[in-house]
């Protein structure tokens, strides 16, 4: 039996390679417009098939561990599954064929969070939020080296060679989890069923709103630089940048969510979400980029946060399943708005007026977010 440190450790750790691997993309967009001269639009596309499968499958997947006490291998296999994924996408002869095998990395996804969620919260039930907070602060490495790795890679091999560099430490996490977990207890009492009610829903519509903002931005801001004249190296550098403050801002995030709870925490940030699309939808240069930072900072901050309501909602035998609920609609409503703002600014011919735009998807969030602290309890 592995000690709540051990667990915790190793979750950190591999939290770094799954969100590596689920925010690389955007880093790979400049080069594959380029193979394929493809426009907004069908970068979106692209981005909506990869983040697909994640949304979907999350609440199936979770429940499914909960029930049949299957943790340790969901976990694993979808390492190996998105480690596929990414081979398969490297040897892609034409868009179309690399947007169907993406979905491959979307379900690889699917599997880490409601699992991940689970163990740490058994493993300190009173003290979620800050665990989760530092178990957060693996995802904001992943986030923070993918662009900036992906970048490199693809300028001193190609794109094709970078995914395929990708893979493998996504095999080797795979392995390394599915020998030192232990195997959680199956629960035959977890119905999906009960997990789905009104304080989820809340929850994830809330939450799921808020992000829209911060994946769109994530998506989009590689390529907009280099189509504004940056060098994809230069541009790559600058996203990892912004998420840098991700690995302060999870930490954080549980340690308020632990102290003050979810309602005010969710508000606060989401305003300041609101406030730095605004600002930048009126600037450019420098201040817009600091202000792309900002949304990060407070998007990632909210991770760890949505992460602890969720388990406190679905409670000790439905921590899986609510966490896939969240995160599945968290999930699909990011894959969704990603080909909408693409086509918008093949619309607009903008986009930067695109992505101004999601500020709406954060202004809708704030009536559910009202409904955070009493729906949780």
């Not at 977890?190 to 911060?214: D, K, M, Q, T, Y």
């Not at 189509?227 to 996203?239: F, P």
């Not at 990632?300 to 946060?305: D, E, H, N, T």
């Not at 609510?322 to 708005?337: N, W």
Request: charged fraction near 10%.
């Amino acid at each position: 039996m592995r000690s709540p440190r051990a667990i915790l450790g190793a979750f950190v750790a591999a939290h770094v390679f799954n969100d590596f691997y689920a925010t690389v993309l955007p880093a790979f967009l400049p080069a594959l417009a380029r193979e394929w001269d493809l426009d907004y639009a069908e970068l979106g596309l692209l981005s909506f098939a990869f983040s697909l499968l994640t949304g979907i499958l999350q609440p199936l997947l979770g429940h499914a561990a909960d029930r049949e006490g299957k943790r340790r291998f969901m976990v694993s296999v979808g390492f190996f599954v998105g480690s596929l994924g990414f081979l398969c996408m490297a040897a892609a002869p034409s868009f179309w064929v690399i947007t169907v095998v993406s979905l491959l990395c979307g379900l690889g996804t699917a599997t880490y969070h409601p699992q991940a969620t689970a163990f740490i919260v058994n493993a300190y039930p009173n003290d979620r939020g800050r665990m989760l907070g530092i178990h957060g602060w693996g995802g904001s490495i992943g986030h923070f080296l993918a662009p900036a790795v992906a970048t490199i890679a693809i300028a001193a091999l190609d794109w094709r060679w970078a995914m395929v560099i990708i893979a493998i430490p996504l095999t080797i996490t795979g392995l390394s989890l599915h020998s030192y977990l232990p195997e959680s207890t199956p629960n035959p009492q977890a119905s999906l069923r009960g997990a789905i009610g009104r304080p989820i829903i809340v929850a994830s519509l809330a939450f799921g709103l808020s992000n829209i903002v911060l994946y769109s931005f994530v998506t989009f801001v590689v390529k907009m630089l280099v189509d504004e004249g940056w060098t994809e190296t230069t541009a790559g550098a600058t996203l990892t940048a912004m998420l840098l403050v991700g690995a302060v801002a999870q930490p954080v995030g549980g340690q308020i969510y632990d102290r003050f709870g979810g309602r005010r925490l969710f508000i606060g940030a989401n305003l300041g979400v609101i406030g730095a699309v605004l600002v930048f939808s009126q600037t450019t240069g420098t201040i817009s980029l600091i202000a792309v930072g900002v949304v990060a900072m407070f998007g990632f901050g909210l991770f760890p946060v949505s992460l602890a309501m969720a388990s406190k909602i679905g409670g000790e035998t439905r921590t899986g399943s609510s966490v896939g609920i969240l995160f599945g609609v968290t999930g699909l409503l990011g894959a969704v708005a990603r080909p909408a703002v693409g086509a918008l600014a093949e619309a607009l011919g903008d986009i930067r007026l695109a992505l101004a735009w999601t500020v709406v998807c954060a202004i809708a969030a704030l009536p559910f977010a009202m409904q955070l602290e009493r729906e949780e309890t």
